[in-house]
């Protein structure tokens, strides 16, 4: 089944660590997205990609970083710069042009120990 | 900057009953695609229903539909026969319709949580 894999669901961090989400997709979809979610705050765009080997920031990127290297893969690193990191994150794809919605994986919940 | 925004925070419907949510948005496009997504308690997103701005007609999906006025730049959603399952945060999302630089991003309001009474 097509569809888009974020792992873990839920990923303790210490103080100072970085960490890596991982999300897979094999929709063939073009672009890709990071999205944090805080309660009350919606969907906020961190990074996202349009092609592979080419990504830029969102509206919240500092304290994060991303590759994209494959069109299935678009990890993001939760650096130590990032000062409050503990919230639910949301990786989306979709393809360019028609029909225009973007597909989500289940998440990722980060807790900072 | 295109901005939506969803101007209730919580919601409350008894069941079989019709509930209506609502949401604004501020573009300076003529095409785009507006989305509601419902996100459950599993946190999964999933798409409710979808209206490009180009179509007058509004977008119906069973008991979904949805009232899109391009003037008003409002675009509400109607639950009719509303079931527990609806019980959800339903968010409501821009997006323009052609990529280039910034563009192609879904721009989500802030949502609203929905309560369905027994």
């Known amino acids: 089944d097509g569809g888009i894999t974020q792992s873990p669901k839920y990923l303790f961090r210490k103080e100072g660590q970085n960490v890596t989400l991982s999300c897979e997709q094999n929709l063939n979809h073009d672009a890709m997205y990071w999205y944090r979610q805080d309660p009350g705050q919606g969907l906020r765009l961190i990074y996202y990609s349009q092609i592979v080997n080419d990504f830029q920031k969102g509206d919240i990127a500092e304290g994060y970083s991303v590759s994209r290297e494959k069109k299935e893969s678009f990890p993001l690193t939760v650096t130590s710069a990032q000062k409050n990191p503990t919230a639910f994150y949301l990786c989306?794809?979709?393809?360019?042009?028609?029909?225009?919605?973007?597909?989500f994986g289940q998440g990722t919940r980060l807790t900072v120990v | 900057a295109q901005t939506v925004t969803q101007s209730q925070p919580e919601m409350s419907v008894q069941e079989a009953e019709t509930v209506t949510l609502s949401c604004t948005y501020d573009t300076s496009e003529s095409d785009y695609y507006l989305f509601w997504y419902k996100q459950p308690p599993s946190r999964q997103m999933i798409l409710v229903i979808r209206?490009?701005?180009?179509?007058?007609q509004n977008a119906t999906e069973n008991r979904f539909s949805v009232n899109f006025q391009k003037a008003a730049k409002s675009f509400s959603l109607k639950i009719s026969d509303s079931q527990l399952g609806d019980a959800a945060m339903y968010f409501c999302?821009?997006?323009?319709?052609?990529?280039?630089?910034?563009?192609?991003?879904?721009?989500f309001g802030k949502g609203t949580k929905l309560s369905v009474k027994p």
């Open positions: 209206q490009e701005a180009y179509k007058q």
């Open positions: 989306a794809s979709s393809i360019r042009g028609a029909r225009g919605e973007a597909f």
């Open positions: 999302a821009y997006r323009p319709l052609y990529y280039g630089g910034s563009q192609g991003n879904l721009i």
